[in-house]
């Protein structure tokens, strides 16, 4: 054992001087990053003059508390403090298509449509009761197409997006483009402060990814993301909502990410290239103690999708195997215990793969298994060659099984009793080959309650997602 | 660069030296003027900002190439973020928790394999080389120790801030910066023995 080393303030000075010492200078550095925020945007929020903040927040406080108090004291009794109107409510988008020079040309099979343009899209909401749509806001830049860069989610060829998802408040909206104005943006509401939160340049024209694409913490705090889009196994980042700052968690996850509903922690698939398979990862969300719930251990093995069960003591996630001859297979929804435990199938299970079949395969979902907040249904899209996108609803004791309603992407009402689906594009005439002269209701949005009656059309629009 | 061992690092430029607190006051229009996309106003706030954030980068990360992008990503996300910071004569503190965290991402992506530097080729005297050896030994023990913990190490030894400063900076009570300042110290000297 070597003498121990006296360790002197003045010795520790010098070593952490020598190691501060290198052979970058500052004048480097500055000139470096001047040149780099030449093409870097700010975020665009107005900053108050000090001194009108100082003077506009009492101000505002005497305004906003003065009539409660007055109304308080009138009522006699205290109400709920939440306005009614930010509850349950619905958001989708809601984009302009155009087939010109038409007809357009469409392909079922690999999702490719051509000659398909999206000319605008824009952001509205509107009560579960179906009044008109309010229109929240326009999305940000021009998409040059809709057929985009990533073949495995037919989706995402045929739809401009871009997906969006209520704060766990319901006071503002989130949402990701893929155009020519890549990134993280937050709205409120009413359609104010506009904001990108995260610019994404790498994302630029690749085009719609595979929803849901980003993933609000439970607080409203924070969003975790995958970034950049393209491609199969990338980082996973996780942005300050306040100030934009971003932390990047892991570098090798998969688009597939959820929030446990305490906020501690992350769900995500990582990839592992070497051996071709992801497994499930829970990580602390400040970024430490990543731990390995679920190793599928056959190469070939990818989780697509996966959801915490509302109590947070359970994950469903849903696997896929890619298929020897008729592409990617859906393998089974699974659960398992958030400490690793007790994981089981649930539902039956998959047929096995019809060989030179050509069709008829039930493929995996694009990346949509969602718990009913209630907690006792899950509800994934599966989609085939037969019957297109549908959605699947199980009890969450893997009980029983049964197709809702065609669907590309939904989601849960507050109270788990209904449904709100986009369904559409369509197969047009019957045919794995066709053509489009009407884009019309590309997608339509439409309420259904669990057990696919009663069926109300919220007309047009794609990507919906229900308030808390 | 070093004047000579066992002295500071050299200033850069003279404004270098100003303390946190004063400049974060005196540069508070600078930050209102950046804020509202003035690149001008965004280079005098940066420039001596710099050379600090780049020693505090590589005191932390022990890689040169690291520690550049580390402070470089600081900048530019300074850069980007400003409109939203909410009181100007925070600036500085802000700027350096972004600093910390980019540390701590680049932390995490580095493989454990530690980097020998391959560099240096002077020839040193018997006496140099038995303090470097010491040296090594304490820098290697204080790659043990948190980001957080480098950072009020490096801020009180290489940036020589009073504790009333570097508690500002963190945003912390002034007993609450000793403590810690306290306990990262005996932190390094538990990992020094554990070294031998």
């Known amino acids: ?468 | 660069m070093l004047v000579g061992m066992g002295m500071r690092p050299a200033p850069e430029s003279v404004a270098d030296v100003a303390s946190v607190g004063v400049a974060a006051t005196l540069d508070a229009p600078l930050v209102e003027r950046a804020a509202h996309g003035d690149h001008e106003a965004f280079a005098r706030l940066i420039e001596p900002r710099a050379a600090r954030l780049l020693r505090t980068a590589r005191v932390i990360l022990a890689n040169e190439a690291d520690a550049y992008e580390a402070a470089q990503e600081t900048l530019i996300a300074a850069w980007a973020s400003l409109p939203g910071l909410r009181d100007a004569n925070h600036f500085d503190a802000w700027l350096h928790r972004t600093l910390v965290n980019k540390c701590r991402d680049a932390l995490r992506k580095r493989s454990r394999v530690r980097e020998i530097d391959l560099g240096a080729t002077e020839v040193e005297t018997p006496d140099i080389a038995d303090e470097h050896v010491a040296q090594d030994a304490i820098l290697a023990a204080f790659d043990r120790l948190s980001v957080e913990e480098r950072y009020i190490l490096a801020l009180h030894h290489v940036e020589d801030l009073p504790l009333a400063t570097i508690a500002g900076q963190l945003g912390i009570p002034l007993g609450t910066a000793k403590s810690r300042l306290w306990s990262a110290r005996r932190k390094l000297e538990r990992a020094l023995e554990a070294e031998r």
């Not at chain 1, 073949?151 to 766990?168: E, H, M």
């Open chain 1, 1 to 468: 054992m070597s003498a121990l080393i006296p360790l002197s303030d003045a010795r520790l000075t010098q070593a952490l001087a020598r190691r501060a010492a290198g052979p970058h200078t500052a004048s480097e550095l500055v000139r470096d990053v001047q040149a780099a925020v030449e093409e870097v945007p700010q975020r665009s929020r107005w900053v108050w003059p000090a001194t009108v903040r100082r003077l506009l927040l009492p101000a505002l406080l005497l305004v906003a508390v003065l009539p409660a108090l007055v109304g308080f004291l009138l009522a006699g009794r205290a109400t709920d403090s939440t306005p009614p109107s930010t509850r349950g409510e619905i958001a989708f988008v809601q984009a302009t298509y155009l087939c010109d020079p038409g007809p357009c040309r469409i392909q079922v099979w690999s999702g490719r449509v051509e000659g398909l343009q999206a000319v605008g899209s824009r952001i509205v909401r509107t009560a579960a009761d179906g009044v008109a749509p309010m229109p929240v806001v326009d999305v940000p830049g021009t998409l040059d197409r809709v057929a985009g860069s990533m073949p495995t989610d037919p989706r995402s060829d045929r739809l401009a997006g871009p997906d969006v998802a209520w704060s766990p408040d319901g006071s503002r909206l989130a949402f990701r483009t893929f155009n020519d104005a890549p990134g993280i943006y937050i709205v409120n509401r009413d359609g104010s402060d506009l904001t990108r939160l995260v610019d994404l340049k790498q994302d630029r024209d690749t085009g719609m990814g595979t929803p849901p694409s980003l993933a609000w913490s439970p607080d409203g705090a924070h969003i975790a993301y995958i970034y950049p889009y393209a491609g199969r196994y990338q980082p996973l980042w996780v942005v300050d909502v306040a100030d934009g700052v971003t932390r990047q968690l892991d570098d090798r996850a998969t688009r597939v990410v959820a929030w446990s509903p305490d906020g501690s922690r992350i769900a995500f698939a990582r990839s592992y290239r070497n051996v071709d398979l992801t497994k499930l990862v829970v990580i602390e969300a400040d970024g430490t103690d990543a731990t390995v719930l679920e190793a599928a251990d056959r190469r070939g093995y990818h989780i697509t999708a996966l959801a915490w069960s509302p109590d947070g003591s359970h994950i469903a996630f849903e696997r896929r195997t890619d298929g020897e001859s008729v592409g990617p297979s859906f393998e089974g929804l699974w659960l398992i215990a958030a400490d690793g435990t007790m994981l089981r199938r649930l539902g039956p299970e998959p047929p096995p793969l019809r060989r030179g079949a050509g069709c008829c395969v039930l493929m995996a979902g694009g990346g949509t298994v969602k718990w009913s907040p209630d907690g006792r249904r899950i509800g994934r899209i599966a989609h085939d060659q037969e019957r297109g996108s549908v959605i699947v609803v199980i009890e969450a004791d893997g009980a029983e099984e049964h197709v809702l309603a065609p669907a590309d992407t939904f989601d849960w009402s507050p109270d788990g009793s209904r449904i709100v689906l986009a369904d559409g594009p369509r197969r047009i005439d019957d045919a794995s080959v066709g053509e489009v002269t009407s884009t019309e209701d590309w997608s339509s949005i439409t309420i259904v309650d669990v057990n696919g009656s009663d069926a109300r059309s919220l007309g047009p629009g794609e990507f919906p997602d229900w308030s808390p």
